[in-house]
């Protein structure tokens, strides 16, 4: 028995609703011909990085509007912009999903702040610090879908990236983004979301 992609989606934010929470999903920087571009939210043990590593770590949104891992811990956003892990008591609240990225009190934009090969991750301007948007990519390689913090889902699609709203086109034949960081192109994805899973490499491949 066959099911059509519009089942498969209504079936999912259906779970949503029930489960209260979001989808899991992993975070993918984005901000082409940048060092950022394409890096993986990971946990050192002494931190969360962007990096380039291919190990798994993803998480979900809670309905109190938490982004909570699958470490047990929870994003914790400082007066400083820095966003760490913690505890569930210290976690910050009004996290979501919006057209398969994710958001703060609506927001889109994060900042990477280089740290040796790696980068740190910050709601706040610093220095010459990069400014990115999350991809929140599903271990099937697709987006995930829109949630909310009442628990409001809406379901995405699962065999495309969101539409990047101004691209154009360089002389070597990559695509680049223009400057507004909301406009960063998704097209590498099969790049980075190898640590979701082969399921994710091989849906993400579809997407170029």
Do not use: C, W
Request: aromatic share 6%; glycine share 12%.
């Amino acid at each position: 028995m066959q099911f059509t992609k519009t089942a498969v989606a209504a079936f999912i934010a259906l779970v949503n609703l029930v489960a209260a929470d979001s989808e899991e999903f992993g975070l993918l920087s984005i901000h082409s011909a940048s060092g950022a571009h394409m890096l993986v939210l990971q946990d050192t043990g002494n931190g969360l990085i962007l990096s380039s590593s291919s190990t798994s770590f993803s998480g979900t949104v809670t309905d109190a509007g938490k982004l909570k891992f699958t470490n047990g811990k929870y994003a914790v956003v400082g007066t400083d912009g820095s966003v760490t892990d913690g505890a569930e008591a210290d976690a910050t609240t009004g996290f979501g999903l919006a057209s398969g990225r994710l958001t703060l009190n609506g927001n889109t934009g994060f900042y990477a702040i280089a740290d040796g090969n790696d980068y740190k991750l910050s709601t706040k301007q610093s220095g010459d610090a990069t400014s990115i948007v999350l991809s929140a990519r599903t271990t099937t390689g697709g987006t995930a879908a829109d949630f909310s913090a009442s628990g409001a889902s809406k379901a995405s699609s699962a065999s495309a990236a969101p539409t990047a709203a101004a691209i154009s086109q360089i002389t070597d034949g990559q695509i680049q983004a223009t400057a507004t960081v909301s406009q960063q192109t998704e097209n590498g994805a099969a790049k980075a979301v190898a640590g979701l899973g082969a399921g994710a490499l091989a849906a993400a491949a579809l997407l170029l």
